[in-house]
C-alpha cells in the first residue's frame, strides 16, 4: 500500500471497518466473455478470525454470479464506508472525503454443507440487522479503541433451519490477502 499512513492494521481494526458497511461489491470474470469483469453489489455476513477472512452471500439456485464463480472462482471484493467530506477553500484539490475500506481477493465457492450454509445465512442476518442506518454517525477511528462497533447491538440470534436454507444458494469468499485503509481526522496529511 502505497499511503501507509492509511493503512489498518489487524483483525480487530479490520473488523471495526467491516462493522460499518452494509454492501460488498464483488468482482469476478464474466462466464460469457473472459476479457471483461463482472461486479455486483451483495449484502453479506462475515467471519474473520487469524487473518482469514470468510464473506458469506446468498442468492437464487441459478444465475450469472454462480455460472461465473463456477467458471473461474477467483474474485476480488471491495467494501467502503463514506463519511463526511473536507473541503479545502484554499486549494480544492487537496479536499476529500473521510472513508474507511477493505479490500481483497479470494477464492469463491458454493457452500453445499449445509450446517455451513445455516450458518452463513445466520451471519449474513446478523450483519444485515446490526448495519448502521446512518454510516456518518459512525465514524472509524484507528486511533481509538472505542471506535463505533454495531455487533453489541443485535438483538438476537437469526438462525436458519436446513428446510430454510435450501430454499437459497449460499457462497462464500476465503481470502488471505485483503487491506484495510482509513481516511480520517488522525490521518496524516498530504
Known sequence: MRR????????????????QCTTCH???????DASM??????SFGYNLNSGVLELYFHCAHVGKKL???????NVAF??????????HEEAYCKSGRFYASVVGQGKAEIVEDIAEKC??????????????HHPDSAQYSQSTSSAHSTQSAIP??????PEQAATVTVFKITSTNFTGK???????KC
Open 4 to 19: 501507509k499512513d492509511r493503512e489498518v492494521l489487524g483483525d480487530e481494526n479490520i473488523a471495526k471497518i467491516i462493522e
Open 26 to 32: 464483488v468482482a469476478m470474470t464474466d462466464d460469457a
Open 37 to 42: 469483469p463482472y461486479v455486483i453489489p451483495l
Open 67 to 73: 455460472d461465473c464463480i463456477r467458471k473461474n472462482p
Open 78 to 87: 471491495s467494501m467502503c464506508v463514506e463519511n463526511r467530506i473536507e473541503i
Open 119 to 132: 450458518r452463513g445465512l445466520s451471519l449474513l442476518m446478523e450483519r444485515q440487522a446490526a448495519a448502521p
Open 156 to 161: 438476537h440470534k437469526f438462525e436458519f433451519t
Open 182 to 188: 482509513a481516511k480520517n481526522e488522525h490521518a496524516q
